[in-house]
């Protein structure tokens, strides 16, 4: 069944095509979800808020207007960002950047998704939505900053901290999986 | 802090986390979902419309067909009859031809129908002697062709009654509603009616021509409506989810001008009140921090500036419902053609056409802001509708005759209102749309 056939199903409320529609984008929204929540059951509860939105509003979603993929995205998204606001708490900790660390030039390598989300949940929520927005989603500084309720040089100072704590967990994820081999 | 990772790191870690299978119980999810979706609609109101006009035309289809066959059977039944005692008929005209008054028609003005009026006891007594003599089955003894005045039928030549071969003519006629009746006709021989008085009867050239018809009715929307002054378009296209059109009354008058004995034309002048229901809820979360936000400070004793320490910040939630009722009333212009068939006081119609509408209001109001998904600020509007607009509306009905001049009428319509013709800007998917019932009263005038 195509997508056209799926949406115009879910308008008129048709249970199998949205079963239909939520198994064949759930895996994209759920990827979408992890990378703003802090854990798995809060990105659980985005991608379940974000499909009740998307059936129940489905009648303004216009094909002309964009693809359903990027509807969808927008969707969970805002979902996530509506939670972060709920539970709205700014970076409380100051990261020590001044130790410096030493890591192999591979220790991207060795990292699976998995582990950079774990990487990304150890960031506190203003650094990592700043972080995912640009650097993932591509938002710019202006949007983010319109986004989270921020000014734009919040923005920056966010993404810039955000992205040296980063550096910092991945070396040390590094370290840690060195010594790791090193006991086996 | 010493580079220690390679400069495309960021792009790497966007490729992770764009790629990799999330493994999660879907179906979990999926059930959890579903209960917080609301139940599917069993079926839309309309289709119930169309099902029952549908079943509608069906029965009263029938019961025409069924009512025509009865008379046939009937006029087989009496041309049987006449034709067995053809020889014995001259004998009883000649009995009635020094009683009753009689008229002899040509056959080019030969009635297809005809009207009998009251019996009179001699009339009676007559018929029950011809009934013995010839078997013949009349149901009533005066007939009358379908002429409209008294006056007419003097100038009719009256032909001597034939004294050796009658004519016969046998009607039947079971309510004064029915419009066919069987005429037999020997070939040849003027037919004979007995004209005693003159009642108007429709037939195919004598009919009412002018009607009128008041009603009443309720519709209910199935689409909603957008035809909005251009300068509030987009925001209102934009919401249109929140804007509920509730059920519509209709007030109107229709003439009915008669073309034929089945078919009229009809116009008049309708008020539609719509009404639609705007809910709205909105909350809003600003916050502030001052750490990052604003540089705060003050002066120490030493008239040194101090900075505020420590982690501030305020959150701010504004939640705001709205919920209004807007009235709108359309003057709408019916033109609509009509098809209407009767048997005996039951009868049924169709009738189709445009209709032209038009509103011009400043009541209501709406609200300007409307993110689907986001919670911005909202600012009420007061509305301004201006609308010229075309309709095609497609009904059907069944009428009760509560005589030959008055009818009781009920109807199911749908009406489905096309897109404004005056505002260029105006170029919406969705419009108005109802399906309804009315009821009203119909008058001929003869």
Known sequence: ?184 | MRKILPNNWEQFIKRSLMGYEVQWEEEALWEAIEQQLPEPKKRRPFLVVYFLLGTLLLLSSVYYLFGKFNDEQIARKDRTAIAAQEKMLPSIVDKEQSQIKRIAIPPEDQANSVRFDSDTKQDLKQREKIRQETNLAFTNTKAVVGYETLEQLPKLPIAPLPTTSGAVVQFYLRSPFQQSIAIDKIPDQPLLYEAVKIVKKETENHYPKVGISPYIGISFPHRKFIALHESATEQIKNRLQYEQPLESIEMGILLDLKFHKNWSFQFGLERQQLTERLDWQSSRQSSFNIQSDSAYFYFDDQNQKQYLAGELAAVETVTRSVRNYNRFTLYNIPMLLHYQQRNKRLGWRISGGAIFNFQHTFEGRFLENNALLETNVIRERGIYRSHLGLAWQLGAGIDYAISPTTQLSFQLYHRDFLHPVTSKNLNFEQHYAFSGMNIGMRWYFN
């Open chain 1, 1 to 184: 069944m195509t997508i056209a056939r799926l949406i115009e199903g879910c308008k008129k409320q048709d249970r199998s095509c949205q079963k239909t529609l939520y198994l064949q984008y759930v895996q994209l929204a759920s990827r979408i979800s992890l990378r703003y929540a802090r854990d798995e059951h809060e990105a659980k509860d985005i991608v379940q808020n974000a499909f009740v939105k998307v059936f129940t509003k489905i009648k303004s979603y216009k094909a002309r207007k964009g693809t359903f993929e990027s509807w969808l995205s927008r969707i969970v998204i805002n979902e996530a960002l509506q939670l972060y606001r709920k539970q709205q708490k700014y970076a409380t900790w100051e990261a020590d950047f001044s130790e410096e660390l030493e890591a192999s030039p591979d220790a991207l390598d060795k990292l699976q998704a998995e582990d950079i989300l774990k990487l990304l949940r150890k960031l506190p929520d203003g650094y990592r939505l700043v972080f995912v927005l640009f650097v993932v989603e591509g938002y710019t500084h202006q949007e983010i900053a319109k986004e989270l309720g921020i000014n734009t040089s919040t923005s920056r100072s966010q993404l810039t901290r955000a992205k040296k704590l980063l550096q910092k967990f991945i070396t040390e994820q590094n370290s840690l999986e060195h010594a790791k081999d090193f006991t086996k």
